[in-house]
Structure formats: C-alpha cells, structure tokens
C-alpha cells in the first residue's frame, strides 16, 4: 500500500533561513507525490506536486521540493522563510489502481519566527 | 477564480440530530472527494465520487453517514444520528480525472465545515 511519513510534528526556523520540511513515502510502483499547505482555518492548498522529470520541482509561493528516489524522499524546501510561511504542510502520494486518491502523511506545523 | 464551496461554514447541533453538509464542485471536475480532519486522527478519506459515481466510501461509517451527488454541482454528507465523536472538520475536494480514470491532477479543496455535536 501507498504511504507517506512526516517524521517531524514541528519544524522551527528564524525568519531570513532555509527551511526544510521532510517526507519519506513508501509506494509499489512509480511515486507521484505532492505537497499541501494548510493556513489557519482554511481548507488545504496544493503547493506543487512530481509526477515525472526533474528532481528539483518548483512550486507556488517559493517553495520547492527535492525528489530523491535513491532515499525515497520528497522534502519541501525554501531558501528564505516567511512569517507567513508559517503553517501546516501536508506531504501526499497518489493510491496506486486507477485512481486519483491521495494519502496524506500526519502533516508538519511550520512555526517561523521573526 | 474557481473555487470549491461548501456551506454550511460552522454547525453547531445537539446529538441525535441529522446534519447536512453541502459542496459545490469546480465547474467540470469530475471527481469530489469528502474528508474529516480532526486533532487525533488527522486528514481522514471518507467518500470519493467520479462522474458522480460512489467508488469508495470505505472510510465512511455506514449505520450514520451517508454521500450522494444529486447532480454534477452538488455533493452532500449527511450524518443521521449525529454523535460528539462526529465533531471535527469536513472538507470537500474536487478534481478532474482522465476518463480512463487516472489522474495526476490536484485536488482543490473547499474551506470546510466545522461541526461540533453538542
């Protein structure tokens, strides 16, 4: 079965430096793998998501993501945090079969610091 | 801007009561997705729709829960009985799918409903 971990509940970073915010997946067959991002009372946003291609994956608001297949790894990256950054970050790999389901890892609350 | 909608926003209700949550898609997705998110279990799949076909509601308890696409614009959750353990976040999702129904698309979800069961 598809599956996704997010190994860190939290993440805390200063304002002005590099973020980092990790997933691993497990899947039986090609991943595709995406990530959301959760503001305060708000429904999820898609980020950006790799189906195929480039490792370095290029998304909305700055962020960016890094597939590693040798590590089975998907980790959400960012040269500079915002204040505004600061939220909960949802990795997700589509189920397998023909379907667009999505497994969400447990999510990453992101707390960036002034 | 196309955006999913969900009413109502908030719902308080006493338990026993039936509760009706209402979604409307993104005008030509063709699959909808219901989800309950909550601080212990998290993002929970409920019911997933294409072409306003069920394909798996697997997560969803049967005795009280219910989801129906009444038309392409529509989707509902109903609860009958609600129960405090019903009490969470429910969030709509829409998304369109090839026809032969794989999908590498994202889903785009609405702002939720916070239910709480008194």
């Known amino acids: 079965a598809q599956s996704v971990a997010q190994p860190e509940d939290q993440v805390n970073v200063a304002e002005g430096n590099p973020l980092t915010v990790k997933c691993t997946y497990s899947v039986s067959g090609n991943p595709y793998l995406f990530w959301y991002v959760q503001y305060p009372n708000r429904g999820l946003q898609f980020l950006l998501k790799?189906?195929?291609?480039?490792?370095l994956v290029k998304g909305s608001y700055g962020f960016e993501a890094e597939f590693n297949k040798s590590q089975t790894s998907f980790h959400l990256k960012k040269p500079s945090a915002l204040v505004s950054d600061s939220a909960l970050y949802f990795c997700a790999v589509r189920d397998g079969g023909a379907t667009n389901k999505l497994i969400f890892g447990t999510g990453t609350l992101l707390a960036v610091q002034p | 801007d196309a955006r999913v909608t969900q009413t109502p926003r908030d719902k308080v209700t006493e338990m026993g009561q039936e509760v009706t949550m209402r979604c409307q898609p993104i005008?030509?997705?063709?699959?909808v997705f219901w989800y309950r998110q909550t601080m212990m279990q998290g993002l929970e799949l409920l019911a997933y729709f294409r072409n306003r076909a069920p394909l798996d509601d697997s997560g969803m308890p049967k005795d009280r829960f219910s989801a129906e696409m009444p038309d392409a614009t529509l989707a509902t959750l109903k609860i009958q009985p609600s129960e405090p353990r019903d009490s969470a976040v429910y969030f709509c999702?829409?998304?369109?799918?090839?026809?032969?129904?794989?999908?590498?698309?994202?889903?785009?979800f609405g702002p939720g409903t916070r239910l709480t069961v008194l």
């Open positions: 999702a829409s998304g369109l799918a090839a026809a032969s129904g794989l999908s590498y698309n994202e889903q785009f």
């Open positions: 005008l030509g997705h063709n699959t």
């Open positions: 790799y189906i195929t291609g480039d490792n």
